[in-house]
């Protein structure tokens, strides 16, 4: 009841961005979510939607994941409660990691890890049955105990190494010890099977359902392999796409140092405290759960810490795999707690007996918990976080009728598709993903329905015409087919390899996107750039680098505003570099709308964000803007005149940045673009 109301209060105003906006737009139509699909998820987010009669659908959604964590949080305290035999330590454990910064974030969002934490705790309260249970009631343990690993399965790949040694287990002491028969054994895999049917959702939404957005095709067994096993990934533990690699050692020591500033170092020593009670206990029961609960431990620790390959846990990199530690965390806390419940009983028999008082334990119990509320619950307070809102409403109603949005990364993608299909802000706006265009199903599945009105020649490939091989295009080509019909606009999308579309098309700052234009209708861009609607920071809440470190979307949003701030100057600084009869009227303007967002830039410095931003960063625009902005203000920017933009730039390249010294002298003859610049030393 605690977990649940004090969740209830923080979720999330609209969604907490990131993934859980796919999952609030796949659950409307029963389409599949990104791989492995997620099904049981899904079907709970579609049940929650239409079920629930109040507040709006990612409300609701979020409200479902505040219930698992809920029940994650009594299942912990049960484990400890019934295995050390406590119920304070139980309920001072389960409050400790319920309130956690990490459990608490993911546990008021629409997404799958509340679940996915609820499940793991669950298997090994079946592990602790499962080990309890008597010769004649050990059959039906190890078929529920299958029936729910199967059900986690449907929801979260990640499960399967807690899954691994409770199975081995369970095979042992069927088959061997207790000798039951074959037919048994594969009943109890049947069960266990009969959870993993909700994958069948995913052929079933491509074959029965229309979804206006969904991931794969599903006509072959090899299609749907392919998903459900995260192929396009290389395997279910890799957590992006590519070559990218981490060590063991690396991810193994960011859990143990994640760990300890969410749970406390005395976790650990809590655990050491446990495994030497049990050495010497005389308990079998306590034994033997506590190997199966270590074992999946060292089993998750063994596999994932090897094959997660994210290659540098910063910025939302790190908020990327730390939610990965949750599960680890639970057996962990699980663990600690049994330490502490042998710990009391140390010191209540060697110290003083008061220690083992119920009421001084349950006193000390609440005033820890009570802290640990305190000192989360202003960071997972997310009840006026209305922040996509925002990003969308600057955006979508300003874009005219039937646009193309061309996006890329989950914040834009998700945010947009969000508003415009779930809360209907310009439904008919046509938000498409570059990802899901450059996949070789997207011109089968969406392209003849979702896009139908949008001419999709093939499979989006970043490449020159030269080496674009049949049923392929790029961005270019795409443009040439579409922008006499649409007004095209693009989010956070063109990838750095893109560069079929400079020739003919300028990029016009459209307040945080940029909108397409072929350079033969319009001539002169200048007039088009001022005229374009500017991104106002005062129009909408901005999120403060304060309270949201790198690691979050807000954060991620608030440096695509900031960089908004600089496109306008910086579009007209690159036209200056060709256009050499209005070089000085280009440089003079772009320093002007350089200038218009300083007083962003500088708050945003005040708040702390800028060191952590510049790691953020995809482009060194705002290297550039920078050493134009605040090169000259260290020198005494006062009387700093427009006219003296070059060498100014220049004397504060030399000085801050080395890269920019050479570019401020050859803005005269050279496109600073087309040289290899080495953004780590920027």
Known sequence: VSTQSTGSSGINAEYGMGDSGEFMVTSIDYGVAHPPGYPLFTTMAALATHLIPFGSRAWRVSLLSVLFGALCNVTVYYIVSRLGRNSIVGFLTAGWVGFSRLFWMWSIQGEIFSLNNFFCAF??????????????????????????????????????????????????????????????????????????????????????????????????????????????????????????????????????????????????????????????????????????????????????????????????????????????????????????????????????????????????????????????????????????????????????????????????????????????????????????????????????????PVTVPGVYRPFADGKLKSGQYNLKMFLDENVDRFAIFICNAVRVDEVSHKQDYYMIPYRSCKRFYRKADIGNPVEYIEQTPRMRLDEWPMPDMRQYEDRTWEFALKVIYLKSLAEKGVTLWYEAVTNQQNRRYLLEHGLKFLEEGIEELERAISEGGWKRMTGNMSTITWARTWALLYGPEIHGRRGWQPGGAVAQLEACGRKYWGIFAEWGTTLKDTDPSSRKQDASSS
């Open 123 to 452: 298997i090994m309260l079946r592990a602790f049955y499962f080990e309890s249970s008597s010769k004649q009631d050990m059959l039906r343990e190890a078929k529920l105990s299958a029936l729910t690993c199967g059900l986690s399965l449907a929801n979260q790949h990640t499960s399967v190494l807690f899954i691994v040694p409770f199975a081995l287990r369970v095979a042992y002491k069927v088959v061997l010890v207790e000798r039951h028969s074959l037919k048994d054994a594969v009943i109890v895999a049947l069960y266990g099977l009969s959870g993993m049917l909700w994958y069948l959702q995913l052929p079933i939404s491509y074959f029965f359902f229309t979804p206006r957005v969904s991931w794969g095709e599903f006509g072959t067994i090899g299609d749907f392999l392919q998903h459900m096993l995260r192929l396009d990934y290389g395997s279910s533990f890799k957590l992006v796409a590519g070559d990218t690699k981490s060590t063991f050692l690396s991810n193994f020591l960011a859990f143990v140092k994640d760990s300890s500033a969410e749970l406390s170092i005395a976790s650990w020593f809590l655990c050491a405290f446990l495994f030497y009670s049990v050495y010497v206990s005389s308990s079998r029961l306590l034994k033997s759960t506590v190997a199966v609960l270590s074992a999946m431990l060292m089993c998750y620790f063994a596999v994932f810490c090897s094959l997660a390959n994210i290659e540098d846990p910063v910025g939302l990199n790190r908020g990327v795999l730390e939610r990965f530690w949750m599960q680890p965390s639970i057996g962990l806390i699980i663990l600690s707690g049994l330490g502490l419940c042998k710990v009391l009983l140390y010191l209540s028999e060697k110290v003083h007996p008061l220690l083992k008082h119920r009421v001084l334990q349950l006193s000390v119990a609440v005033l820890i918990v009570s802290a640990q509320i305190k000192r989360n619950y202003q960071e997972n307070n997310e009840s006026d976080n209305y922040y996509g809102y925002h990003y969308a409403q600057s955006i979508l109603p300003l874009l005219p009728n039937n646009s193309i949005v061309l996006t890329g990364g989950d914040l834009p993608t998700n945010v947009f598709r969000y508003h415009t299909i779930c809360e209907q802000m310009r439904p008919d706006v046509h938000v498409m993903d570059m990802q899901f265009m450059s996949a070789g199903w997207f011109e089968h599945v969406l392209a003849p329905t979702t896009f139908a």
